[in-house]
């Protein structure tokens, strides 16, 4: 009789998981599929119907080299600025009580609620020579605006939630009775925060600036406007991608674009190994 109704429980196990999961594993498939895989199947059928010869001499073409020059150094410099400033702005969110705290932490979304042509428009406006920092910084020759530094500036101001929201949980979770026990054994401050606080932090540091980096990597929006878009100068590979499509070249247009996608795959993947390392730290 045990070994009946073992068999039957068993038998019985597969029909249970298919009656309540099947509608929602079929939503998720439809879901994925329709807005993320078969756009991503679609750009890469694309780039498949060009030679392996085309498809090098569109993807590698000095304009097209120049852009993702651009656009990765500067993402590279955005995600560096946002690893500290945002870590310090998690610190100070977690650590600090003071007046207008809750308006502060509410202002660290804003990029994620603001839409990027609004916000491209307001950094050019407000870093342009007659702006109100701008006009700060002309006296002393650094020109914002129109320029590769104006493309930095909107790549920190996009890309800043993600290293802020993803360090500060982890914060939130220290237990304070370490910190305490270091300084109880006679550890300065700066020894306690290098040995005892920084290493949970890392892998949320590490995730959150990857996870910027790659937001960076890809905008768009406020990055058309507050920049001249001149080749070899601050022409970054997405709005390459879109001159290409307004001058009907869609070979070229699909080469570059393919080759965001594959460096966007990498980054997604870096971001993965990254939280599964914190929760292993974690555990």
């Not at 999961?21 to 119907?49: C, E, H, K, N, Q």
């Not at 979770?173 to 005892?196: K, Y």
């Not at 393919?258 to 990498?266: E, F």
Request: aromatic share 12%; proline share 6%; net charge positive.
């Amino acid at each position: 009789m045990t070994v009946s109704n073992t068999q039957s429980n068993f038998s019985l196990a597969p029909k249970n998981w298919l009656k309540h999961f099947s509608l929602p594993w079929g939503v998720t498939l439809t879901y994925i599929s329709i807005v993320l895989l078969l756009p991503v199947a679609a750009l890469i059928l694309r780039a498949t119907t060009l030679s392996p010869a085309e498809f090098w001499r569109l993807a590698t073409a000095p304009i097209a080299l120049s852009a993702y020059s651009i656009t990765f150094g500067t993402a590279l410099f955005a995600a560096a600025i946002n690893c500290v400033a945002g870590t310090a702005t998690a610190w100070v969110l977690v650590r600090y009580d003071f007046p207008f705290k809750r308006v502060l932490d509410a202002v660290i979304d804003l990029p994620f609620a603001l839409p990027t042509a609004v916000a491209g428009i307001t950094l050019a406006t407000v870093y342009s020579e007659q702006g109100w920092i701008g006009s700060l910084l002309t006296p002393f020759g650094i020109r914002v605006s129109f320029t590769r530094l104006g493309v930095a500036v909107a790549m920190v101001f996009i890309s800043v939630p993600f290293v802020v929201r993803t360090v500060q949980p982890v914060l939130q979770e220290l237990d304070l009775t370490i910190e305490e026990a270091a300084w109880s054994l006679g550890a300065s401050r700066w020894v306690t925060f290098w040995r005892v606080i920084l290493p949970p932090l890392i892998p949320a540091i590490l995730t959150g600036t990857t996870q910027a980096f790659a937001r960076a990597v890809g905008e768009y929006g406020s990055v058309v406007l507050i920049a001249a878009n001149v080749p070899y100068k601050d022409l970054i590979a997405p709005i390459l991608v879109f001159q290409r499509l307004e001058q009907n070249d869609i070979p070229g247009a699909t080469a570059i674009g393919t080759v965001l996608l594959l460096i966007s795959l990498l980054l997604l993947l870096a971001v993965n190994f990254l939280q599964t390392w914190r929760q292993r730290y974690g555990a």
